[in-house]
T-cell receptor, first 113, second 115 residues
C-alpha cells in the first residue's frame, strides 16, 4: 500500500464549480500535509499546508484534514481555467527523528470553460 | 528574487559519462533535497541534506552522489549514468530547524536523458 495515495484522474470540472481533490494516507503517524500544484512542464509549487484536524481556508482554496479517517482533501471554489494542473498531495510521517516527506503521484485537474 | 537554480535544464548524455547537476539557492535555507519525477511514480526523493556537511539517503539513492560543502549549493552527481536514470530531476530547499520540512521551494527542473 502506498503511503500517500491519490486518484490520478483526470478530473474534469466546469468553470465556476467546486473542484474536490482527495488524498488518503496509510500511516496514522503522519502529522502534516501539503498540497502542491504543478503546471505541465513546470516545477511543483506549494499552495496549502495543514497540520491539524479540520479545515483551513486560503482564498478560493480549502484544505481539509481528517486524521481519524486518514484522508486529506483540497477544495477549489469558483474553479478557473488557470487552475488546470496536476495537484500533488504530500505528508510527513513523524518517526522518532527519522521523518519522511512522501508525495502522492498527483491528480490531473482540468477546468472546462 | 528568492529562487532555486538548477543547471543544466536539459541534458542528453551517454551511458557511463559522469555528469553533475548543480543546484543553488539564495534563501539561506538549511534543508535541501533532490527528487526525480517519473510518469506514474510521482516525486521520489534521492538524497537530502539537513545542513552543511549533513547528507542522507532518500528512497532511491542508488547511482547518485551528493555533497553539501556550502549552505547554498547541493550538487547531484551521477558517476556512471545509465538509461534508467533518464528522468526529470528537481532540487528543492526549505528553512528547517532540525525536522524534515514539508514546505519546499523547487527549482525549475533538469530533464536528463541517458542514451
Amino acid at each position: 500500500q502506498k503511503e500517500v495515495e491519490q486518484n490520478s484522474g483526470p478530473l474534469s470540472v466546469p468553470e465556476g464549480a467546486i473542484a474536490s481533490l482527495n488524498c488518503t494516507y496509510s500511516d496514522r503517524g503522519s502529522q502534516s500535509f501539503f498540497w502542491y500544484r504543478q503546471y505541465s512542464g513546470k516545477s511543483p509549487e506549494l499552495i496549502m499546508s495543514i497540520y491539524s484536524n479540520g479545515d483551513k481556508e486560503d482564498g478560493r482554496f480549502t484544505a481539509q484534514l481528517n486524521k481519524a479517517s486518514q484522508y486529506v482533501s483540497l477544495l477549489i471554489r469558483d474553479s478557473q481555467p488557470s487552475d488546470s494542473a496536476t495537484y500533488l498531495c504530500a505528508g510527513i510521517k513523524a518517526n522518532f527523528g527519522n521523518e519522511k516527506l512522501t508525495f502522492g503521484t498527483g491528480t490531473r485537474l482540468t477546468i472546462i470553460p | 528574487e528568492a529562487q532555486v537554480t538548477q543547471n543544466p535544464r536539459y541534458l542528453i548524455t551517454v551511458t557511463g559519462k559522469k555528469l553533475t547537476v548543480t543546484c543553488s539557492q539564495n534563501m539561506n535555507h538549511e534543508y535541501m533535497s533532490w527528487y526525480r519525477q517519473d510518469p506514474g511514480l510521482g516525486l521520489r526523493q534521492i538524497y537530502y541534506s539537513m545542513n552543511v556537511e549533513v547528507t542522507d539517503k532518500g528512497d532511491v539513492p542508488e547511482g547518485y552522489k551528493v555533497s553539501r560543502k556550502e549552505k547554498r549549493n547541493f550538487p547531484l552527481i551521477l558517476e556512471s549514468p545509465s538509461p534508467n536514470q533518464t528522468s526529470l530531476y528537481f532540487c528543492a530547499s526549505s528553512h528547517s530547524t532540525g525536522s524534515v520540512p514539508g514546505e519546499l521551494f523547487f527549482g525549475e527542473g533538469s530533464r536528463l536523458t541517458v542514451l
